[in-house]
């Protein structure tokens, strides 16, 4: 079997390096407008701390300006006490003068706070805002990191993912096996009945895997008509027993179909590139010694 030419991460049943390319390009935008959605966030949050300083500084000020009134009625108190029943029409004057300006003050204290009230609901608005484009964007990166087709991951997404699992089943000393899986005649679908059905038999061959797999055993979308798997926790003999449930649930499916599978163990020694080579050799093997599910 030649191994086919897999470097774009795909998602749909077309093959060819337009159809990759112009995912690849769909992928780059959504990371884009995810960085620019984070980037909006980070701008926000910076706004609304800047308006809460801004009503911090404008309580200060209403403070200010209301022990700046109380000065001024006490003044104008003690001057009006101190000259009695005979005050002058100056000194009259003068204490109405200050005690018009402490009600300004008083004024513009409450004005102040109002602003200052202003300021904080703003702030707030600001990480509200700030909160949904974070969102977004993870929605974004979520969108880009699965093949939209069949919900598995993207195969840069993917081998991030096949490291942690890697190193997870090292650290707890627990067994992890790598399975590549080949739809059988994806092409020869494709070619006879159009790319409609070969989309559907991918969908369908994804819906079993992740029927037949648990929730946290990783499925990888790897190329146009290939799939890697990791299983944690489990034997070749068990993970085998799976993969032959999958097949018999696509036997008897409306549009049936099957899968080849090349499975590996992880050892000691291994990188990433060996496991899936060794994987991959092993369903070299499989098609070479016509194991091939009858269709």
């Known amino acids: 079997m030649v191994r086919k030419d897999c470097s774009g991460e795909v998602g749909g049943g077309e093959s060819g390096p337009s159809g990759s390319q112009e995912r690849g390009r769909a992928d780059d935008e959504r990371d884009r407008a995810s960085d620019q959605r984070d980037q909006a966030a980070l701008r926000r949050d910076q706004a609304g701390q800047q308006r809460d300083r801004a009503a911090e500084d404008r309580d200060r000020a209403a403070e200010h300006r209301n022990q700046a009134a109380e000065h001024r009625d006490r003044n104008a108190e003690q001057s009006e006490s101190r000259v009695g029943a005979g005050t002058p029409a100056d000194a009259l004057r003068h204490s109405a003068l200050v005690r018009r300006e402490a009600a300004s003050d008083r004024g513009e204290a409450s004005h102040d706070r109002q602003a200052g009230a202003s300021e904080r609901i703003e702030a707030e608005l600001d990480r509200n805002n700030a909160r ?161 599910p009858p269709r």
């Not at 598995?152 to 790598?178: C, F, N």
């Not at 055993?217 to 085998?240: K, P, Q, W, Y």
């Not at 990188?271 to 098609?287: G, K, N």
């Open 132 to 292: 949904a484009d974070r969102s977004a964007s993870a929605r974004e990166r979520e969108s880009s990191s699965h093949d939209d087709l069949t919900g598995a991951y993207l195969r840069g997404a993917g081998l991030v993912e096949l490291e942690r699992d890697i190193a997870r089943a090292r650290r707890t000393e627990q067994p992890l096996v790598l399975a590549f899986v080949d739809v059988d005649g994806l092409k020869e679908v494709n070619d006879s009945r159009g790319h409609a059905a070969g989309d559907r038999m991918l969908l369908e061959v994804a819906k079993m895997l992740s029927a037949q797999l648990r929730s946290y055993d990783l499925i990888i979308r790897f190329g146009g008509d290939e799939f890697v798997c990791a299983i944690s926790r489990l034997t070749m003999a068990e993970a085998a027993k799976r993969f032959a449930l999958v097949n018999a649930a696509l036997a008897e499916a409306p549009e049936p179909g099957s899968i080849t599978i090349g499975l590996t163990e992880l050892r000691p020694d291994d990188s990433p590139e060996h496991l899936l080579a060794r994987a991959d050799a092993e369903l070299y093997r499989e098609r070479q010694h016509g194991n091939t």
